[in-house]
């Protein structure tokens, strides 16, 4: 691996691999908050100027609009989405909390059959 801090190839396919478990959580972290914070940008630029609009819309209401309308904002919803569900899977194992543990792999179980990765499956 290279020393310095640019994506490259080994740097993208460690944290597709989990080599680097922190780097990787890391990186799963930034994925989440930036598609997060470009949906409430996205948000914010369609409201602007047209407050009664937005006033009567809320965010989930104007993504769910959205995730109908357009193919890609539902790819990246999806996205998000499942980026939050690993992320407080891995909650649940820091803290210990069995029923969060439960919660959260009841969500991420569809993922091992639609990701292909059935040999995971008997594991959750």
């Known amino acids: ?22 780097r990787t959580r890391r ?15 996205a948000y914010t630029e ?10 009567k819309m809320s965010l989930e209401d104007w993504c769910d609009q959205r995730v109908e309308a357009y193919p890609l904002f539902l790819f990246w919803s999806i996205t998000l989405q499942l980026e939050l569900e ?8 820091r803290e210990g909390d069995f029923l969060l543990y439960i919660d959260a792999l009841t969500k991420i179980v569809p993922w091992f059959f639609a990701l292909g990765h059935t040999n995971y499956c008997p594991y959750a």
Do not use: P, W
Request: glycine content about 2%; charged content about 15%; aromatic content about 8%.
């Open 1 to 22: 691996m290279h020393t310095d801090q640019s994506c490259t190839h080994e740097t993208a396919d460690s944290f597709l691999k989990a080599y680097h478990v922190t």
């Open 27 to 41: 990186a799963h972290q930034i994925t989440a908050c930036t598609l997060y914070l470009l949906q409430q940008k």
């Open 46 to 55: 369609n409201c602007n100027g047209v407050e009664e609009r937005c006033s």
């Open 86 to 93: 690993v992320m407080i899977y891995v909650r649940a194992m």
